[in-house]
């Protein structure tokens, strides 16, 4: 197990899932991809996060990415599972959950952390880019769901950023202004890059509709 960081390549595996064996890197083929770990099957909060997960389907098929869920239970308590979430969350799971049983997927992803629950896996997120690059992480204890809004929001900024040169100020969402980044001088590519001008409230903070808009 490695710590792995913004930039890493994301490690490829092979586990068992709800959806039969999957290759990671296969499975991923050229989408972006959220990977996400829960604690355990049959919890509340796991049960409300996987179920938001599945609401939000075209959400994230619009963006061009594939959630996969993971945590240490077995395959045949996740089909189970995936009953009482459609049931009680009103919606049809439709990603997979990886069985993790012999916590491969985990120890590679460094999803347990023992001093905060010793054997189960703590609430994981990776948005891992097409080129299979790790572009975000972050980890919530099991105490505490995940916002997916946040993650799509994260998303549609990475997506946004990777084409235009801008980055997305605080609690930024699809639309807002953004800001244009601070290495672009050339007064030419800016009137290019940014037909509807800009606001320079500072040098370094110059303030812009959002341009793929
Ligand atoms: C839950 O998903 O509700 C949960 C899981 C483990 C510990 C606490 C809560």
Not at 54 to 75: C, H, N, Y
Request: hydrophobic share 40%; glycine share 4%.
């Amino acid at each position: 197990m490695t710590t792995l960081r913004l930039g890493d390549s994301a490690p490829d595996f092979t586990q068992d899932s709800t959806e039969g064996t999957i290759h990671f890197h296969e499975w991923a083929g050229k989408s972006w991809v959220v990977l996400f770990s829960h604690p355990a099957d049959f919890t509340p909060v796991c049960t409300t996060e996987l179920g938001k997960t599945a609401a939000l389907a075209t959400e994230f098929a619009k963006r061009g990415v594939k959630p996969i869920a993971v945590s240490v239970d077995p395959v045949d308590q996740h089909k189970k599972w995936i009953d009482d979430i459609n049931d009680t969350q009103k919606t049809t799971v439709n990603f997979p959950i990886i069985a993790d049983a012999d916590r491969s997927v985990a120890t590679l992803y460094d999803m347990i952390h023992p001093k905060a629950l010793a054997t189960q896996t703590v609430r994981s997120v990776f948005i891992i880019d097409p080129k299979k690059v790790i572009r975000t992480t972050f980890t919530y204890p099991a105490s505490t769901g995940r916002n997916f809004d946040e993650i799509l929001r994260v998303i549609d900024s990475l997506q946004l950023t990777d084409n235009h040169k801008v980055a997305t100020p605080a609690n930024w969402k699809d639309g807002d202004d953004v800001v244009i980044v601070p290495s672009l001088q050339d007064p030419a590519e800016l009137a290019q890059r940014f037909p509807k001008g800009f606001n320079a409230i500072r040098p370094y903070l110059r303030m812009t509709p959002q341009p793929n808009k």
